[in-house]
């Protein structure tokens, strides 16, 4: 059944991306996919989603803390609390690990429903999907929340990348 318009879902995903083009953070509405149209939202990349008519913007968070980690701190949760996502900048991860990453994600996030649950339950991390739609929007949310241990990520890592788990939890610089 087709979303009424108060329904209408606008799904876009923000990848990771090492431009200082701030505007490229601004999501118009307008360039968003299709409703019903199933996207993968990778771990790199940040879901985003709008009302009809409306862009969101996604807050900026210089990772290299020039005004000190407390500041780094407070920008870090004014955006978590404001819209649940930020795009961290100087971070230092060179952008072949990130693409690396994207793609693993991507892959991932590819595969049929039943090939995702095997990363889950998330206990409280691992794979998880829920419904959506107490606000009006409609539509699936999926997520991977991993921990930032290589050894954790490691016990995962045959049920993300089957065909070669080394590939998913190693990411040299």
Do not use: W
Not at 88 to 106: K, Q, T
Not at 130 to 149: K, T
Not at 159 to 171: G, H, N, T, V, Y
Request: hydrophobic share 45%; proline share 8%; aromatic share 4%.
């Amino acid at each position: 059944m087709p979303p009424s318009a108060q329904q209408h879902k606008c799904r876009s995903s923000i990848r990771s991306s090492h431009s200082s083009n701030i505007n490229a953070m601004v999501v118009p509405a307008a360039a968003a996919p299709e409703c019903g149209r199933r996207e993968a939202v990778a771990a790199a990349a940040a879901a985003v989603f709008c009302r009809r008519g409306r862009g969101v913007v996604v807050p900026t968070v210089d990772m290299s803390a020039p005004a000190g980690r407390g500041e780094l701190s407070r920008q870090v949760a004014r955006a978590c609390a404001g819209s649940g996502f930020f795009r961290a900048v100087n971070h230092g991860v060179p952008p072949r690990v990130s693409a690396a990453m994207d793609a693993a994600a991507a892959a991932f996030f590819a595969r049929a429903g039943a090939e995702k649950q095997l990363a889950g339950p998330p206990d409280p991390l691992g794979y998880g999907s829920r419904s959506i739609g107490a606000n009006g929007d409609v539509g699936e949310l999926e997520y991977l929340i991993l921990h930032a241990s290589p050894d954790a990520v490691a016990r995962k890592a045959s049920a993300i990348d089957r065909e070669d788990p080394r590939r998913f939890r190693i990411l040299k610089a």
